[in-house]
Structures are given as structure tokens and as C-alpha cells.
Nanobody, 116 residues
Framework: QLQFVESGGGLVQPGGSLRLSCAASGFTFSNYAMSWYRQAPGKERELVATISSVGGTTNYASSVMGRFTISRDNAKNTVYLQMNSLKHEDTAVYYC?????????WGQGTQVTVSS
């Protein structure tokens, strides 16, 4: 059974940093691209970043480019999202995401709140 365990969210002041982790199980992690999405209150879920299966290619939403870094450790079946220079508008629930054999899977979400 495919599962994700997300961690690392919390409350941080503007300009601060957080590192999200998503530990995966139930599929061959190293074979699949992984993504982070986020959903702010009253808004649609949006793609934040994607990383290829071996980590050689990354893509970011324009709103986070230069501030966020997605990475992965295939030995640990874990994908990370390093978030720096956080802004109020980064406040959202963050989800890890994968498509395996045409099916979409989401993590349970971790809350990130940027507030002074």
C-alpha cells in the first residue's frame, strides 16, 4: 500500500526557513518523479516543485523559484522541500504527490504558516 509520511511544517516568521520531508513507501520510489503541491485557504491546489526520478531535473513555480529547493534521497525513499525567505503568501498546506501507474497519490499534508 502506497503511503506518505510528511513532516517539517510549522509556524515561522517572514524571512525564515523550513524544511519539509516526505517519506514514501509501497512503491519503487526511485522510479518516479515526485512533486510538492500546496493549497492556501480559499485557493486551488497549486504545483510548487517537481523533481525527476534520479534528481537530475527540477522545476519550480515562478512564485518560489530562487527561494525553494526540492531534493530527494532515493536510499531513504524521501523527498524534501527546503523553503527559504518565506513570505506570508507561502502560508498553505503542503502535500507531496506522485503518479504511479496512472493513479495519483497525495500525502496527508503539512501546515506551513508564515506569520510575525
Amino acid at each position: 500500500q502506497l503511503q506518505f509520511v510528511e513532516s517539517g511544517g510549522g509556524l515561522v516568521q517572514p524571512g525564515g526557513s523550513l524544511r519539509l520531508s516526505c517519506a514514501a513507501s509501497g512503491f519503487t520510489f526511485s522510479n518516479y518523479a515526485m512533486s510538492w503541491y500546496r493549497q492556501a485557504p480559499g485557493k486551488e491546489r497549486e504545483l510548487v516543485a517537481t523533481i525527476s526520478s534520479v534528481g537530475g531535473t527540477t522545476n519550480y513555480a515562478s512564485s518560489v523559484m530562487g527561494r525553494f529547493t526540492i531534493s530527494r534521497d532515493n536510499a531513504k525513499n524521501t523527498v524534501y522541500l527546503q523553503m527559504n525567505s518565506l513570505k506570508h503568501e507561502d502560508t498553505a498546506v503542503y502535500y507531496c504527490y506522485v503518479v504511479v501507474r496512472g493513479l495519483r497519490y497525495w500525502g496527508q499534508g503539512t501546515q506551513v504558516t508564515v506569520s510575525s
